[in-house]
C-alpha cells in the first residue's frame, strides 16, 4: 500500500506555484496584472501594451511601445511550409488542432527554439504571439478555400488579426472591442493551461512544447472552449423568449451551462462584468442585440435559479459574434489573447524552476503474484 496522501481533487485551492503576474482575488472578484487593475488595463490600454508590461515587468513608455510594436509587426509573417502544411489538412480540421500543429511546426523553423535563456525566451514569446495571430486567420481562409491576407505594416495587433481574418479594414469600434477581449483573456493565474504550460517548462522543455501543450488544455469546454458552447447555446436558444423555456428545461435534466461558474471566482469574475458593456456596444452597432438581450436573459434567469455567475467566456460569445468571428474560432482567439500570459510564466517557470511532479493516491489491486502468458 503506497502511502497516504492529503488528495485534493481537482487541485482546488492548492497554491502551485510563486508568481509576480496575476492577482486573482477570487472572493472579492479583483484581477490586477503586475497591480495594474483589468478594468483600467481593458479599458484604456493596447493589447502590445499589456504583453509589454507581463514580459518585461513595466507598462511601456511611448518610444518603448513603438519599438516594441515595430518588432510585433516584424515577427508577423510564417513560413511558407507552414501555409503549405495547413493546405494538406482536411477542410474539417478542428482550427486548435491546426494551431498546435503550427505551434510544433513554428519551433522547428525558430532560430532560439531549444534556448531557454531569458533573453531567448522573450524573442520567442514576441515571434510566437505574432506568429499564431497570422496562423489562426491563415488557416481559417485556407479551409474556406480563400487565400490568406499577408499581415499589415500599419495596424496595431488586434485590428491586423481582423483585417487577416476577413481581408477588411475592421471598424474602430470592433478594434477597441476585440483588443480588450484580447486584454481580458491574457493572463489568468494558474488556470488549466497555463498550469499546463507550466508543469511541461519544468521539464525544461522550450517555449513552442509548453504553448502547444497549452492549447491542448485551452481546447476543452470546461476551459476556453467554453465560449463556443456559449454561441452555440444562445442559437439553440433562438429568440429571447424561449429562454425561460430553455432554463427549465437545461436544469431539470442536470445540463451543464456552459459559460457559467468559476473554480476561484465565487462572487463574481470582474472580466464578465466589462465583457458584458463590450458585447452590448457590439451587438447594438452591428444589428444584432438580440444575441445579447438573449445573454443577459439566460444570466439572470440561471443566476437566479441555481446561483451560478457567468465567467470570462459569457458575454465574450455574443462580443465575438457580433464582431464577426466565426465560433468555431472563439477558442483560437482566446488562444491568441492568452499568448501574453502563457509566454510570461514559462519565462517566469524558467527563473526560478524545479521539476512539478505532484503524487498520485493509488486505488488500484494490491500486490498480486505475475502469471505468464500461456497460464492466464
Ligand atoms: N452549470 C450547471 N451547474 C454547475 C455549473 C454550470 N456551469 N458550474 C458549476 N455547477 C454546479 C455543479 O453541478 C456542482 O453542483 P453540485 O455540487 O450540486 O454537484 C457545483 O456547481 C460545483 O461544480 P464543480 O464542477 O465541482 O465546480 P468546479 O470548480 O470544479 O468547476 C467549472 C468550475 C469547470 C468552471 C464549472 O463551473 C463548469 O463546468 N462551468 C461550465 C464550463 C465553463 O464555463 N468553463 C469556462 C471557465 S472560465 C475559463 O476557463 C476561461
Redesign the pocket.
Known amino acids: 500500500m503506497a502511502e497516504q496522501s492529503g488528495l485534493i481533487k481537482?487541485l482546488?485551492g492548492v497554491v502551485a506555484a510563486e508568481t509576480a503576474l496575476c492577482d486573482l482575488d477570487g472572493a472579492n472578484g479583483r484581477l490586477a496584472y503586475r497591480g495594474y487593475d483589468i478594468d483600467e488595463l481593458a479599458r484604456q490600454a493596447s493589447y502590445e501594451e499589456v504583453a509589454h508590461l507581463l514580459w518585461r515587468g513595466e507598462l511601456p513608455t511611448r518610444a518603448q511601445l513603438d519599438g516594441f510594436c515595430a518588432e510585433l509587426t516584424a515577427a508577423r509573417p510564417i513560413p511558407d511550409q507552414l501555409l503549405a502544411a495547413f493546405r494538406l489538412l482536411p477542410k474539417k480540421a478542428d482550427p486548435m488542432r491546426a494551431l498546435q500543429m503550427a505551434t510544433a511546426m513554428l519551433g522547428t523553423f525558430d532560430p532560439d527554439a531549444t534556448d531557454n535563456s531569458q533573453e531567448a525566451n522573450l524573442r520567442k514569446a514576441l515571434r510566437l504571439t505574432s506568429q499564431l495571430a497570422t496562423a489562426i486567420c491563415a488557416h481559417h481562409r485556407i479551409r474556406l478555400g480563400q487565400e490568406p491576407v499577408p499581415p499589415s505594416k500599419d495596424l496595431g495587433h488586434a485590428a491586423d488579426f481582423l483585417f487577416m481574418l476577413t481581408g477588411e479594414r475592421p471598424s474602430a469600434v470592433n478594434v477597441r472591442a476585440f483588443d480588450a477581449g484580447l486584454i481580458l483573456y491574457a493572463e489568468?493565474e494558474l488556470?488549466?493551461s497555463t498550469f499546463t504550460t507550466r508543469v511541461i517548462t519544468s521539464t525544461l522543455s522550450d517555449m513552442h512544447s509548453a504553448v502547444a501543450g497549452g492549447i491542448g488544455a485551452m481546447k476543452g469546454?470546461?476551459?476556453?472552449g467554453?465560449g463556443e458552447?456559449?454561441m452555440l447555446t444562445l442559437k439553440e436558444i433562438g429568440q429571447v423568449e424561449n429562454v425561460d423555456a430553455f432554463v427549465e428545461k437545461a436544469l431539470a435534466a442536470?445540463?451543464?451551462?456552459?459559460?457559467?461558474?468559476?473554480?476561484v471566482y465565487r462572487g463574481g469574475d470582474p472580466r464578465q462584468v466589462i465583457l458584458r458593456d463590450l458585447a452590448e456596444a457590439a451587438c447594438r452597432q452591428s444589428g444584432q442585440g438580440m444575441w445579447y438581450e438573449m445573454a443577459v436573459r439566460l444570466h439572470e434567469r440561471v443566476n437566479r435559479a441555481?446561483g451560478?455567475i457567468p465567467?470570462?467566456?459569457?458575454y465574450s460569445a455574443p462580443l465575438f459574434y457580433s464582431i464577426g468571428i466565426p465560433v468555431d474560432l472563439f477558442t483560437p482567439v482566446?488562444v491568441a489573447g492568452r499568448m501574453a500570459g502563457w509566454t510570461a510564466h514559462i519565462i517566469e517557470q524558467h527563473q526560478d524552476n524545479r521539476l512539478i511532479r505532484p503524487r498520485g493516491q493509488y486505488t488500484g489491486p494490491g500486490r498480486r503474484l505475475f502469471v505468464p502468458l500461456d497460464r492466464r
Open positions: 481537482g482546488e489568468h488556470n488549466a469546454p470546461l476551459h476556453g467554453a458552447a456559449v442536470k445540463r451543464r451551462l456552459m459559460g457559467f461558474g468559476h473554480r441555481k451560478l465567467n470570462v467566456d459569457f482566446i
